[in-house]
């Protein structure tokens, strides 16, 4: 009975671990089109949605990042889309998710990539005191997060 | 509760005797409609109506990713305006006032959690309804009709005749705002449309007055204009018809090319037209007001003017340029008056939301959305031609791509969290 219980504690153990790093994986996510607008889905058991933004076109997972400024979140990078008419720009966005607390905490402007090359002004992102402050001067935002 | 049967009652009547209409609102429009089968004979468009909610129903708010109840006795209706996957998405009242956000829920929780009884005496009314009993009233009550921007002009404008001039010498600034609610000079024209020719001269003393306005105090000690000091003072120091006009005039000279003439201002039209669509767009898709063209044109890296590096912005806004704006300004009238500003096809032209120079590489993909690329015209001439306007010569910065349906149905999907925050 004993040795039941002890494998039972396991299992459920093992469940638990596998559950609080699902999302680790870039394929643990996908883009999904709505009829306004575009998601981010969490593909687990009990999955999670949140919106996601884009400048124009579809939106694409690129990567999940993890940061040591932020070891219980991580960065799930997508491709917010292209925009510009005589200088396209491609947007690339994070949204935070916190893996223990399966929780989305934002979605916030990473970088912005030229067609041409050209320089463009980049949002910054700093980490201070358990928080992370993301400013954009393209749109004049200043967005802060917690992350504890 | 009698007002949401009778609000209900108005909708489902609306349903049951003028389906024809429907069906053509949907093929102009074209978007997922969600049905529910109320029985074997009869279905609910759901897209159509608010029902209000007798059970506690779990949403999921899409901008936190987060879910919440909506209980029961806390007086919710819903309504379902599409899908994401095997989900809903809903708009929600609470107590008759829409709650903000984006809202995503199961389709068993609509089945369980809306008044269906409600919905059924209704449906068991649709004989008299049909009979026209109530015709009148529901004439009254349902069609929605888009209604002509008051102040933001119609689309396009022309393009500069752009006379640089070096900053050397710069002036002092001397703006003097206008009194609490008026009009900064030339532009009370903005008030009546159509703007009718003889007021021209005011138009483009309008451009002048919110220029200096725009630029006043906002330079860096090298004399240069700061962005976004600029940007935020076209919303606090201009009336809202101004803020238009100036999203219109500023957007239209940095983006059309410099053939733009009183004569020829097709191409500063076209991108007048562009803004204007994307504004209708984004009202459509629940963008909250105050929302005008100026927003649409300062949303950031749409339209490449725009962008902190590029000196198309400071051309178009400095006045210390002297440029010629003849040309912006009758595109600008020209819109206001649908007589001068007539589309082909116009039924591809009202959903214009895109377009890029011919040496950009496509960023956008025709493959999911079913793009669709338009060649138009406005008053018989191609917006984007060089034989016409330009004796057969290609203008150095290019040839305009003009697509619809970007973004799928919607054509340009407004989002809040991308606007430019400039307000």
New interface residues.
């Given amino acids: 009975m004993k040795k039941l219980a002890f494998i039972t504690l396991l299992i459920s153990l093992s469940f638990n671990s596998y559950a609080r790093t699902y999302g680790e994986r870039s394929s643990d996510w996908k883009v999904?089109?709505?009829?306004?607008?575009?998601?981010l889905?969490k593909l687990d058991p009990e999955p999670?949605?949140?919106?996601i933004?884009?400048?124009?076109?579809?939106p694409e997972v690129q990567e999940v990042q993890k940061k040591e400024e932020a070891p219980e979140h991580i960065f799930v990078v997508y491709k917010?889309g292209?925009?510009?008419?005589?200088?396209?720009?491609?947007?690339y966005r994070a949204v935070v998710f916190h893996l223990k607390d399966n929780?989305?905490i934002g979605?916030l402007p990473l970088k912005?990539v030229s067609?041409?090359g050209?320089?463009?002004?980049q949002p910054t992102w700093k980490f201070s005191m358990g928080k992370l402050v993301v400013k954009?001067?393209?749109?004049?935002?200043e967005k802060t997060i917690d992350l504890r | 509760m009698r007002k949401k049967v009778l609000r209900n009652s108005i909708f489902i009547a609306y349903l049951a005797i003028a389906p024809l209409h429907l069906v053509h609102a949907e093929s102009d429009k074209p978007k997922t409609t969600v049905y529910a089968n109320y029985n074997d004979d009869f279905r609910i468009n759901l897209s159509q109506l608010f029902i209000p909610v007798i059970n506690s129903i779990k949403v999921l708010n899409a901008d936190t990713g987060e879910e919440t109840y909506l209980r029961a006795p806390d007086d919710y209706e819903i309504k379902v305006i599409g899908k994401a996957d095997d989900m809903y998405e809903i708009s929600i009242m609470k107590n008759g006032q829409p709650l903000e956000g984006n809202f995503l829920t199961d389709p068993q929780n609509v089945k369980k959690g809306v008044n269906w009884g409600a919905v059924k005496t209704i449906v068991n009314n649709l004989d008299e309804i049909r009979k026209g009993l109530v015709f009148e009233k529901i004439c009254d009550a349902v069609p929605v009709v888009p209604t002509q921007d008051d102040h933001t002009p119609t689309p396009q404008a022309g393009r500069r005749g752009a006379r640089e001039e070096s900053l050397s010498g710069l002036i002092p600034d001397t703006y003097v705002p206008p009194s609490e609610g008026e009009f900064h000079e030339g532009c009370e024209v903005l008030a009546v449309q159509p703007i009718n020719e003889e007021d021209s001269d005011k138009l483009t003393q309008c451009v002048s007055s919110i220029q200096t306005a725009i630029s006043s105090g906002n330079r860096n000690a090298n004399g240069e204009l700061n962005r976004e000091k600029v940007f935020k003072a076209m919303f606090s120091k201009l009336k809202p018809e101004e803020q238009a006009f100036a999203g219109y005039i500023f957007t239209a000279f940095g983006e059309s090319d410099m053939w733009v003439s009183k004569e020829n201002p097709e191409e500063a039209m076209f991108v007048m037209k562009v803004l204007q669509n994307r504004k209708r767009m984004a009202l459509d898709q629940g963008a909250n007001e105050p929302y005008n063209v100026l927003d649409v044109a300062l949303d950031p890296w749409q339209f490449s003017t725009y962008n902190a590096n590029d000196p198309n912005w400071k051309n178009a806004i400095d006045p210390l340029k002297n440029n010629d704006y003849s040309g912006i300004v009758e595109a600008f009238r020209r819109m206001t008056d649908p007589e001068l500003s007539s589309w082909e096809p116009a039924d591809q032209m009202d959903n214009v939301s895109h377009y890029r120079r011919d040496y950009l590489s496509d960023p956008w993909p025709s493959s999911s959305n079913q793009r669709v690329r338009v060649r138009p015209s406005v008053n018989g001439v191609d917006p984007r031609s060089d034989s016409s306007t330009r004796s057969g010569s290609v203008g150095p910065s290019g040839y305009n791509y003009i697509y619809t349906n970007v973004d799928g149905p919607k054509h340009w999907i407004y989002t809040e969290s991308t606007r430019g925050n400039w307000r």
């Fill in positions: 999904i089109k709505g009829d306004n607008g575009y998601y889905k999670k949605m949140i919106k933004q884009t400048i124009g076109g579809s917010a292209s925009a510009g008419t005589s200088h396209i720009v491609t947007a929780k989305f979605d912005y067609q041409q050209k320089d463009v002004t954009d001067p393209s749109s004049g935002s």
